[in-house]
């Protein structure tokens, strides 16, 4: 059964190419993304993890730790990191869990419990390592993207969710389709109209069960 939202995180000892880890405690009180590759020096992954560093300010802003997962070893990471900083033009801050016995890829069910990396193998053989994991401070999945090895990753739909979450982390709140930080949030229903007014303002009643409110700041 894989990871669903609100499972807690698989928790576990790794060594990343910034030194020994341990998952729920690197976290700490910090929410995380967890994004996995399935192989170093590629050039979809090697574009991201170089989007990754760009956004540097952007996880601090959002109280967020980052951390990449690749299917090799931390010899392998620290050389590919020198690629991505030069491609990307900045530092790469983040760790790389190397993860050459697959057992975080096994653990967040990227791959299958009887998956091995055959000799020569390459990154079609762990194509389905390619997630994102956003997970609040308490270890808990709160929510999951799988991409194809032909598509990279949206960052800015990552952070836009990472607000989304953010925002609506233990509130009685929603965010609409296409939601941007600052416009309207959805009232849940589990607050009356009265209760509602009193909490977050005015609303703007769309349908007796759509009803809309100012972004609380």
């Known amino acids: 059964m894989g990871l669903r939202i609100n499972d807690t995180v698989p928790n576990f000892t790794a060594q990343t190419d910034q030194g020994e880890i341990t998952f729920h405690d690197w976290i700490g009180d910090s929410w995380a993304i967890l994004f ?50 030069s491609f990307a033009g900045t530092t790469a801050g983040f760790p790389i869990i190397a993860d050459s016995d ?15 990396m055959p000799d020569g193998r390459t990154p079609a053989h762990s194509a389905t390592v390619r997630s994102v994991f956003i997970i609040s401070p308490d270890k808990k999945v709160q929510l999951t993207m799988t991409y194809p090895m032909s598509v990279g990753r949206n960052f800015a739909e990552i952070l836009r969710a990472l607000d989304a979450l953010q925002k609506t982390f233990g509130a009685p709140l929603a965010t609409p389709a296409n939601w941007q930080t600052g416009q309207d949030v959805v009232v849940a229903l589990s607050l009356d109209n009265a209760a509602a007014e009193a909490k977050y303002g005015k609303l703007d009643i769309k349908l007796p069960y759509l009803r809309m409110a100012k972004d609380p700041k």
Do not use: N
């Open 36 to 85: 996995s590759h399935p192989k170093d020096f590629t050039p979809v992954c090697t574009t991201e993890f170089g989007a990754v560093a760009q956004l540097s300010d952007e996880w601090a802003a959002r109280g967020t730790k980052v951390i990449g997962v690749s299917v090799d070893g931390v010899e392998e990471h620290k050389g590919w990191k020198k690629d991505i900083e």
């Open 102 to 116: 697959l057992a975080v890829s096994k653990a967040f069910d990227m791959l299958p419990a009887d998956a091995y």
